[in-house]
């Protein structure tokens, strides 16, 4: 059964540092988003991507993060400046022909 | 999108279906309700979806009264697996597909 990949698994990164997040979204999906969970909280949208756009974002998504699908295949999500704040685990989703969102099993971020 | 209500928790035995309420009150006509569950931090797993019709497949049964205010997902034959923490989810079913995710139901399977 076809699913969404996501790597890495865990990743841990010093506070002001870059990371980025992959992910591999069904093939053949068109719509392509990130969620975020911080631990014990509920999971929160963060942006939704389309035909090679931003389609909608959230207030949390600000300057500090970006998406793009660079290849056709991976979908990444980065934060440029990493702050503690951002700790939690994230959830990339794509959406085929059922609209349902199908998501993977993320990446769980660690900043320290 | 319409807000809905589910318990915060709820047991089941083992074998038994789990009936699993939520209320969507405000619902309005071209929104359907979405059942996700999420076990223990992996990423949230689509079960099923309805707009008014009753609908079944091999996970599970949703329930939508008539009136749509409400649902039921039923889980026919609960196990250990099936712990996890269940949101029900009103959304546009075109337009819009992002989620918005409340606090949900931790079901609780014993044995």
């Known amino acids: 059964e076809p699913e969404v990949t996501q790597t890495p698994s865990h990743q841990v990164t010093q506070m002001g540092q870059e990371v980025i997040l992959r992910c591999v979204p069904i093939?053949?999906?068109?719509?392509f988003y990130w969620y975020r969970q911080i631990l014990g909280q509920k999971v929160e949208f963060l942006v939704s991507f389309y035909n090679n756009e931003i389609s909608e974002k959230s207030e949390i998504f600000d300057d500090q993060f970006s998406v793009e699908r660079p290849d056709g295949s991976n979908f990444t999500l980065k934060i440029r400046s990493t702050k503690l704040e951002d700790s939690a685990m994230y959830f990339c989703?794509?959406?085929?022909?059922?609209?349902?969102?199908?998501f993977g099993q993320g990446t769980r971020l660690t900043v320290v | 999108d319409a807000k809905t209500t589910q318990p915060p928790s709820m047991d089941c035995a083992e074998g038994r279906a789990a009936n699993l309420p939520c209320n969507h009150s405000?619902?309005?006509?071209?929104?359907?309700v979405y059942w996700y569950r999420q076990i223990h931090s992996q990423g949230p797993q689509y079960i099923i979806h309805?707009?008014?019709n009753n609908e079944t497949n091999e996970m599970a049964s949703l329930i939508i009264t008539e009136d749509r205010k409400s649902s039921t997902l039923i889980l026919p034959h609960a196990t250990l697996r099936d712990t996890a923490v269940y949101y029900c989810?009103?959304?546009?079913?075109?337009?819009?597909?992002?989620?918005?995710f409340g606090a949900g139901t931790t079901v609780t399977v014993r044995a």
């Open positions: 989810i009103v959304r546009p079913f075109l337009n819009d597909y992002k989620l918005s």
């Open positions: 989703a794509s959406i085929g022909v059922i609209y349902a969102a199908f």
């Open positions: 093939s053949n999906h068109l719509y």
């Open positions: 309805g707009l008014k």
């Open positions: 405000t619902i309005s006509g071209n929104e359907y």
